[in-house]
């Protein structure tokens, strides 16, 4: 793949990262997250597990709708006010907002960054918007079904009981609080349009930094653009570039085979997973790509593979290392070390789930 071809499929995507930075990060200064979190709260009803519930219905939809990485930004400040709002671990909440962020994005081209990249090659093997939705919803669903099990097995003792609402912790500029809300609303059904992601995303930051430049200047001072990520991943996308010329292809092409059958796909997914954990799901995909471009279903369960899989190591996927820096930001602390361990557990459960879904499909 030439410069100018990589650049051509790269920068869309990460132009998009940075803008639904900036959309979360004027979101959470206008408030929207506190307000979201108390009526979540509300909503709940008094039960931590129904409360909990509705983070993973929100994680979801969000994942599908918005993609991994809105909902890294966006999703993650919000449960980890509502955890402190009704006095409960913060654990349930942001470890379902991150393995969910990853696990239930396969459903939509939006979904994730990957989807988007393969979405040039599965238009080559003719599936369209509606075949691949018709492809991948049975694997998204049992990918978010594993990964809700394992999530509701492991924090079980967390869940139980119930909790006090307690009113938002501060008043608001109300105009830049419905005017970021409304953003954030309306990027939903136009990113489900099927228009490239950047678009909306650019649009909607320089309205909302129009916004806060008219409500408050001092707000612009406070927002803060992951740059180093973006051009890390740079980084990655070149130097995967440069080696799959020089036989990482042919390599990869060895562990991950040729076939379609149901052993075939589960051995490209484990590929994807494990390469993913290694240097990040995106350069993972790029490099795959040459190795299951010939088939849909070999594609497919590339997707499931770096969709689902990087859930071990922090720079496994953007989306993580952006929860990560929002946990921190907010003061949450994870501890890597289990982190790893039990992502393991989730990404193998959600990997064969959703590949065993494809291959029965």
Known sequence: MDAALLAERVGPVLAFLVAVTIVAEISDEAGVFDVAAHWAARAGRHRRWRLWALVVALACVSTMVLSLDTTAVLLT????????????????????????????????????????????????????????????????????????????????????????????????????????????????????????????????????????????????RRISVPWATVVGVCVLFVVIDVAGRHGLTDLLRDWAGTGAGGADLLRVAGVGAGSANLVNNLPAYLALEPVADTDPNRLAALLVGVNCGPLITVWASLATLLWRDRCHRAGVRVSLRRMGIEGAVCAVAAVSAATLALALG
């Open 77 to 220: 400040p919000v449960v980890i006010t509502l955890a402190r709002q009704v006095g409960m671990s913060a654990a349930p909440f942001v470890m379902a907002t991150v393995w969910l962020a990853n696990t239930a994005s396969l459903l939509l081209p939006v979904s994730n960054l990957t989807n988007l990249l393969a979405l040039h090659q599965f238009h080559a093997l003719g599936v369209d918007f509606a075949a691949y939705v018709s492809l991948m919803w049975r694997p998204a669903l049992a990918a978010i079904a594993a990964t809700v099990v394992v999530l509701a097995t492991l924090h079980r003792s967390h869940l139980r009981g119930q909790y006090a609402v307690e009113p938002p912790a501060e008043p608001h500029d109300r105009v830049l609080l419905l005017g970021a809300a409304a953003v954030c609303l309306a990027l939903g059904p136009v990113f489900a349009t099927g228009i490239v992601p950047a678009v909306p995303a650019g649009a909607a930051a320089v309205l909302l930094l129009l916004l806060a430049t008219w409500r408050d200047r001092t707000l612009l």
